[in-house]
């Protein structure tokens, strides 16, 4: 089809029509790719060979069974409760129940929102610009909410689930494996893709820092796990183009040209089932549709990097704001990811904690308690760091 239906008015069901079309051959070619499977570790506390070379030949690999029952439904508990502090509306001071909203002395607003079924950024120079192109925007039912929210920011303060989470062995030492022992955190948001409602996340690849560094590789600007609460599905999902990471910078308005649509071809949606995490690297092509769907999805986003690449790294922010990061600031944020590591501990005493090794001979003398969440973890996200 060509171009002009990404502009042409369409209806949520003739948009969930022509996925579900596009859907059955992506759902085959991610099925065929291999790379899914529980987190497996060596003699040496490293990640299996062979799922090391599945992420760095596709750049994403699903992680199965990551959180149990008793976690997930935790997990669920803990961002339905957050949304339920969600301001009507935004610039709202209370919540659908007349009550404060949530947020009061948080620097950053911890709540995101959008339009239902919208492109916030396709197109536009947010971001950085790098959004290119328009996603297809499908019409909305006459009582569609006029605002959904799409995004928590700062997980590890909003949810203790969350921060608990973050501390996961098993994800710790796949980030190890991945980036090497002395990787460093980048920030934490949840993405809200409410069914019928979630907005589009427009074609990109993440990271604007070292596209053009001499000593450039496919792992230069880190990974996100991303942790599902609800099935991914090939309706509500991220959708990737695997193995782009490999090749610098895509050039995506010629993709989609090529492809007709924004519907690129060669993509696969990243399926996943409740609990499993998808570790996926940042500069893999990927984006999300309009959630069109009957099924929610919501992801917990925890992002990391390797410390060479952000060490004294000087870089502008999304948000314009050029910083340098030097070791203390890396220090400090680090200091969250040991007390995440502590709390895990008390949740679950049974699990053999990860050591992360930079840091192992103060990690005993880190030990969490809830009083820390509004001495410490309060706007802690203040020094989330990009590159």
Not at 69 to 75: C, G, I, V
Not at 148 to 172: I, K, Q, S, W
Not at 215 to 229: K, P, V
């Amino acid at each position: 089809m060509a171009m002009a239906e990404a502009a042409a008015p369409l209806t949520a069901e003739d948009h969930a029509r022509t996925m579900a079309e596009y859907s059955r051959a992506g759902e085959a070619r991610a099925r065929a790719l291999g790379n899914r499977g529980p987190i497996r570790l060596d003699a040496n506390g490293k990640l299996a060979q062979d799922i090391l070379d599945a992420y760095w030949t596709h750049g994403f690999y699903v992680f199965e069974g990551v959180a149990g029952p008793e976690e997930l439904a935790e997990l669920r508990a803990d961002v339905d409760a957050i949304l339920e502090r969600a301001p009507v509306e935004p610039g709202a001071t209370v919540d659908r129940h007349g009550r404060p909203a949530f947020g009061e002395g948080v620097l950053k607003p911890p709540y995101r929102w959008a339009k239902p079924l919208s492109d916030p950024l396709g197109g536009t120079t947010k971001n950085n610009g790098r959004h290119p192109v328009a996603m297809s925007q499908p019409t909305l039912a006459a009582d569609a909410p006029a605002w959904t929210v799409e995004l928590l920011d700062g997980n590890l303060y909003l949810m203790n689930a969350a921060f608990r989470l973050y501390g996961h062995p098993g994800l710790l030492a796949a980030a190890a494996s991945i980036l090497g022992d002395d990787f460093v955190p980048y920030n934490e948001v949840t993405f809200i893709k409410e069914a019928g409602l979630g907005p589009s996340v427009a074609w990109h690849q993440d990271g604007t820092t070292h596209w053009d560094a001499a000593d450039w590789d496919m792992g230069a600007h880190g990974f996100n796990f991303m942790t599902q609460l609800y099935p991914s599905t090939a309706g509500n999902c991220v959708w990737v183009l695997p193995g782009s990471h490999r090749h610098g910078k895509a050039d995506i308005r010629k993709l989609v040209a090529e492809s007709g649509s924004d519907r690129i071809e060669g993509a696969v949606p990243m399926l996943a089932g409740a609990g499993d995490t998808i570790v996926t690297n940042r500069q893999l092509l990927h984006g999300s549709f309009a959630n069109s769907s009957p099924d929610r999805r919501v992801t917990l986003n925890a992002g990391f990097f390797p410390r060479k690449r952000v060490l004294n790294v000087t870089t502008k922010r999304l948000t314009g704001e050029t910083v340098t990061y030097d070791a203390e600031r890396i220090d400090r944020r680090l200091r969250i990811l040991l007390l995440a590591i502590d709390a895990r501990r008390q949740r679950f005493p049974n699990e053999k904690s990860h050591v992360y090794r930079p840091l192992a001979d103060r990690q005993d003398e880190i030990r969490w308690s809830e009083a820390m969440r509004d001495t410490v973890l309060k706007n802690y996200n203040q020094l989330d760091m990009f590159i």
